[in-house]
């Protein structure tokens, strides 16, 4: 009987990818940045989360600048060579980047929210797609003060942008990875729905939203 998946030959190369991809992505930079200059143990601060807003709480901007660009490219890195392999691998790459951020073994998989390096993974796919996602965010962050609605909104708003623009394959992973960022959110969403949701300060003191 002919297996329409292609049989074991043909999955082996997107099980190793998605895995190698998945042990970049599990990288958690942000509690690496913040052991190796001093500023504490990070899943001691504020939400305890991984990501850079929380390691903007430290008061440290550099060192949150440092983890929102190394977050980001622990997604575009994997797509990026795993393009080089085909379109397939590269989704399955951008796949397992964000999950293994999401999910690290490494902390027990309790990682990040998925944004940075959903981001990276987006933007090196489908850079157009990722830059109107972007677009998005930054109008409703502007708009509300909410980073969190506006990571959800921007997460939300990639598959459809992607699809319209032709890319189907990448909309569905988008699809998938919205919904991934919105389990991660489900704390957030709560506050929201119920009004105590902090909101971004662009005044010099660090930010108290738990993204």
Known sequence: MIDPLGGPA?????????????LIGSIPFGLILTRIFGAGDLRTIGSGNIGATNVLRTGRKSLALGTLLLDALKGALPVWIGSYFGPD??????????????FPIWLKFKGGKGVATAAGVILTLTPLAGLLALVVFLVVVFITRYVSLSSLLSAVSAAPIAYVLGHVQQAELYLLVALIIIIKHHEN?????????????????????KV
């Open 189 to 209: 969403l709560r506050r929201l729905f119920a009004g105590k949701e902090s909101k971004l300060s662009f005044s010099k003191t660090p930010p108290t939203e």
């Open 10 to 22: 043909f999955w082996w190369p997107f099980i190793i990818g998605f895995a190698i991809s998945y």
């Open 89 to 102: 691998m590269a989704v399955i790459a951008g796949l397992g980047a964000i999950v293994g951020h999401c």
